[in-house]
């Protein structure tokens, strides 16, 4: 654990089942997709499989004992090179918690936790409209253009 002022940064396991809970709950509020993130929890044999990946990344921002922020990034191992990337999928703060470098901080602790991992660079994705998160990662990292696609699997 890492501490920032008065928050404690933390990397979940599968046994950390309230948190992974309260995070949740959050990125369903700052996403304003509860029902996503709330409706359909995943079985617990399900977390045990999931985290028992090490590509798997989950860190947590903890505040007078609750999560006020938190972040999911997987590690992609590469062909092309003995190396990796992270990518950074989900990253929230509670809205409360909000500019207080939080975030920045959450993308700080997955800096370090890339470099033991032997990671080259963190990418994400913000959508267009999405000012605060353009504006948080264009002040850590270079923007691209690049155009994103869902190819349905089924």
Do not use: N, W
Request: glycine share 8%.
């Amino acid at each position: 654990m890492t501490t920032y002022a008065d928050v404690t940064f933390q990397q979940l396991t599968a046994s950390d089942q309230s948190r992974i809970k309260e995070l949740l709950t959050l990125f369903g509020q700052a996403f304003d997709e509860v029902e996503t993130y709330s409706g359909q929890r995943p079985s617990q044999a399900y977390m045990q499989r999931l985290f028992a990946q090490d590509c798997f990344i989950v860190l947590t921002a903890i505040k007078h004992g609750t999560v006020v922020g938190g972040l999911v990034a997987y590690e992609l191992m590469k062909l092309e090179q003995e190396r990796s990337e992270i990518y950074l999928y989900d990253l929230a703060v509670a809205s409360g918690h909000r500019r207080q470098g939080i975030a920045t901080a959450l993308i700080r602790a997955l800096r370090y936790l890339a470099v033991e991992r032997g990671a080259y660079v963190i990418f994400v994705q913000a959508d267009g409209g999405d000012d605060p998160a353009i504006a948080l990662y264009t002040k850590l990292g270079t923007p691209e253009a690049v155009c994103h696609f869902d190819i349905t699997v089924s």
